[in-house]
T-cell receptor, first 114, second 109 residues
């Protein structure tokens, strides 16, 4: 089954404790992205990757890091989480064919930073 | 950087047609317009995509005028299960994707 998986689905942590949210897709997609969703703000892109070892900032990259060492995986790293990073996070992927922007979203990771 | 604007919310009744409009004044020549649907606590789901004029699939229609500064998602004969948030997405020159604010559609019996 074609899918995007994220782990963990729920995470409660404390300020400053490094964490990683994993994202994996099994569709051989070139493009992957991370979004955060906050009430009243909709979905905002954090980082995106156009292929292995190629990443770029989205709208709200501050406080986040990403890496793309393998095509299928795109982990989101919070080196020193802060309470303002409490949010619902979604990973997404899509194929690279020009003009087609159908993204497949993961189930989401709800992160709480205390 | 251009932004998209949608109504915050809309109400409808089962069986009615619903039209949601998104404005995107600074859309670039090669950009596409895409709409997504999102239910609570789930990731968004692709609905439809278009470049100009009209596109129709089994779920919805998308109308884009010649100047492409706006687009309208049309949902025929909505049901209770269409209650969701609908996002307008315009893809710019790079892969930097920007979602609209979203329109919360509430369908009543």
């Amino acid at each position: 089954e074609a899918q995007v998986t994220q782990n963990p689905r729920y995470l409660i942590t404390v300020t400053g404790k490094k964490l990683t949210v994993t994202c994996s897709q099994n569709m051989n997609h070139e493009y992957m992205s991370w979004y955060r969703q906050d009430p009243g703000l909709g979905l905002r892109q954090i980082y995106y990757s156009m292929n292995v070892e190629v990443t770029d900032k989205g709208d709200v990259p501050e406080g986040y890091k990403v890496s793309r060492k393998e095509k299928r995986n795109f982990p989101l790293i919070l080196e020193s989480p802060s309470p303002n990073q409490t949010s619902l996070y979604f990973c997404a992927s899509r194929g690279g064919t020009s003009g087609l922007y159908e993204q497949y979203f993961g189930p989401g990771t709800r992160l709480t930073v205390t | 950087l251009a932004k998209t604007t949608q109504p915050i919310s809309m109400d409808s009744y089962e069986g009615q047609e619903v039209n949601i409009t998104c404005s995107h004044n600074n859309i670039a020549t090669n950009d596409y317009i895409t709409w997504y649907q999102q239910f609570p606590s789930q990731g968004p789901r692709f609905i439809i995509q278009g470049y100009k004029t009209k596109v129709t699939n089994e779920v919805a229609s998308l109308f884009i005028p010649a100047d492409r500064k706006s687009s309208t998602l049309s949902l025929p004969r909505v049901s209770l299960s269409d209650t969701a948030v609908y996002y307008c997405l315009v893809v710019f020159n790079t892969d930097k994707l920007i979602f609209g604010t979203g329109t919360r559609l509430q369908v009543f019996p």
